[in-house]
């Protein structure tokens, strides 16, 4: 590596740290419980995120990955609706 590169590789990862530190503090600020049934079965996931739409979506994804397997099932699986949703601010 090149004495001028040096200091910008370094910059660069001291920078990628810093974003990631910064956004792992970033508080929620909604919380979503999802259940879903697919298959006969049923799972509940809660999670938090910085909008309602977000923390849903992830919780829908989370409850399928249990109950689905494969591509095909896991979008049948998401794009069922869910049997409980309970979605809230936490401010």
């Not at 660069?12 to 740290?17: E, G, L, S």
């Not at 079965?41 to 109950?67: K, Q, W």
Request: charged content about 15%; some cysteine; glycine content about 6%.
């Amino acid at each position: 590596m090149s004495k001028r590169a040096r200091p910008l590789v370094i910059l660069a990862f001291v920078a990628f740290i810093a974003f990631v530190i910064w956004r792992s503090f970033q508080v929620a600020g909604y919380q979503c419980t999802v259940c879903m049934t697919f298959g006969g079965r049923e799972a509940c996931r809660t999670v938090e995120a910085a909008t309602t739409p977000e923390a849903r979506t992830s919780a829908i994804n989370n409850a399928c990955a249990l109950l689905a397997s494969g591509v095909t099932d896991s979008i049948a699986c998401e794009h069922s609706p869910p049997i409980r949703e309970d979605c809230s601010g936490l401010n």
